[in-house]
T-cell receptor, first 116, second 114 residues
């Protein structure tokens, strides 16, 4: 079964540094998403992306965050200047069409980001 | 706004025990309801869903019934296995502004002992 893949599985970065998290969505999917999960807390929506532009974003997704689909397969999340509170598990997801009830989102295994 | 409240874990059971994980929700619209499961070291997987009141979602022996009158979607399984050990997330999704972005609960960890 096709999978969403994320790399790296664990990223350790010094505070203030830039970090790029990478995702390869399922190949025929058109909608892409990033979520984060701070340890012990709930999964939070960050941003959705369709047709090479952001379609929706949450309050968490401020100016230090950006997303990009640099080629036909990758979908990246960049954090420009990391803060301690950015430490979390970041999940990428994709769906074939807009995530309606009959089009569930498929999640990757996540990247654990640790900011020192 | 929308919110999902799940019972706190961990829930610790012996194999073949009956499982209930409570979930209640608050929503401004008429949401669809979901349970996701996260096995150790993996991402979230959709376990089951229900889209309207009194619908029952089921998969892999798990069931949940959409109860609009009590705004609940409790997850149940008659006989758990060690392989069911995971974190379970209740979620809802409606369509504010035209998109289905799920709102997740905090997750409930299930530990099943042999």
């Amino acid at each position: 079964e096709p999978e969403v893949t994320q790399t790296p599985s664990h990223q350790v970065t010094q505070m203030g540094q830039e970090v790029i998290l990478r995702c390869v969505p399922i190949s025929n999917h058109l909608y892409f998403y990033w979520y984060r999960q701070i340890l012990g807390q709930k999964v939070e929506f960050l941003v959705s992306f369709y047709n090479n532009e952001i379609s929706e974003k949450s309050e968490i997704f401020d100016d230090q965050f950006s997303v990009e689909r640099p080629d036909g397969s990758n979908f990246t999340l960049k954090i420009r200047s990391t803060k301690l509170e950015d430490s979390a598990m970041y999940f990428c997801a994709s769906s074939e069409r807009s995530g309606g009830v009959n089009q569930p989102q498929h999640f990757g295994d996540g990247t654990r980001l640790s900011i020192l | 706004g929308n919110s999902v409240t799940q019972m706190e874990g961990p829930v610790t059971l012996s194999e073949e025990a009956f499982l209930t994980i409570n979930c209640t929700y608050t929503a401004t619209g008429y949401p669809s309801l979901f349970w996701y499961v996260q096995y150790p070291g993996e991402g979230l997987q959709l376990l089951l869903k229900a889209t309207k009141a009194d619908d029952k979602g089921s998969n892999k022996g798990f069931e949940a019934t959409y109860r609009k009158e009590t705004t609940s979607f409790h997850l149940e399984k008659g006989s758990v296995q060690v392989s069911d050990s995971a974190v379970y997330f209740c979620a809802l999704s409606d369509r504010p502004g035209g998109s289905y972005i799920p709102t997740f609960g905090r997750g409930t960890s299930l530990i099943v002992h042999p």
